[in-house]
């Protein structure tokens, strides 16, 4: 059974750091694009970075660019995204999400076939 599961969300002042974590398991991840999404209340589903496993590409949002960093560890299985500072309009639930390979990196969260539960991220001000 395919299995994403992120961890590492929490509450955190303005302007500090978080990392989250998303451990892949149930199969083969190595020709896979993992991405990260976030969703606030009321709000759709926003592209915040991706990765792929194999060339070690990175991929980001205009809201987080400079100030988020996507990376793996293949021995773990695992991505991260490293949040630097943090501000209000942050606050959202984090999901990790899986697809196969495709030559550019879809930003569009219904092509993402694998999904985590989520992380719940709140920045305070």
């Known amino acids: 059974q395919v299995q994403l599961v992120e961890s590492g969300g929490g509450l955190v002042q303005a302007g500090g750091s978080l990392r989250l974590s998303c451990a892949a398991s149930?199969?083969?991840?190595?020709?896979?694009?993992m991405a990260w999404f976030r969703q606030a209340p009321g709000k759709e589903r926003e592209f915040v970075a991706a990765t792929t496993w194999t060339g070690g590409n990175t991929y980001y949002g205009d809201s987080v660019k400079g100030r988020f960093t996507v990376s793996r560890d293949n021995a773990k299985n695992t991505v991260y995204l490293q949040m630097n500072s943090l501000n209000f309009v942050d606050t959202a639930v984090y999901y990790c999400?899986?697809?196969?390979?495709?030559?550019?990196?879809?930003?569009?969260?219904?092509?993402?076939?694998?999904w985590g539960q989520g992380t719940q991220v709140t920045v305070s001000s």
């Open positions: 149930g199969r083969t991840f190595s020709n896979y694009i």
């Open positions: 999400a899986a697809r196969g390979f495709t030559a550019t990196i879809p930003r569009e969260p219904s092509v993402y076939a694998i």
